[in-house]
Nanobody, 114 residues
């Protein structure tokens, strides 16, 4: 059974940093293409970043250069390092398998506010 638990969100000032974690169980992260998604208040779900089985990463234009996706295979955990955060990054962040993106955890809230 696929289980994903996101954590690491919080309140941060513009320009600040956070690292999100996604602990996976029921499958091996490294065997799947994994993604981070986010949903801002009143908005649709938005794709943020992808990492494939080989470790190749891609980013949406709105976060490229500021966010870094990675994984720790020993811990079976996915990460999203976020730097230079902006007001518009405020959202609930989710991790998911790319091909099973409807199965997500509870998400972690990121609020960027001064």
């Amino acid at each position: 059974q696929v289980q994903l638990v996101e954590s690491g969100g919080g309140l941060v000032q513009p320009g600040g940093s956070l690292r999100l974690s996604c602990a996976a169980s029921g499958f091996t992260l490294a065997d799947y293409v994994m993604i981070w998604l986010r949903q801002a208040p009143g908005q649709n779900l938005e794709w943020v970043s992808t990492i494939n089985e080989g470790g190749t990463t891609i980013y949406s234009g709105s976060v490229k250069g500021r966010f870094t996706i990675s994984r720790d295979d020993a811990k079976n955990t996915l990460y999203l390092q976020m730097k230079n955060l902006k007001f518009e990054d405020t959202a609930v962040y989710y991790c998911a398998q790319r091909d099973n993106w409807s199965t997500r955890g509870q998400g972690t809230q990121v609020t960027v506010s001064s």
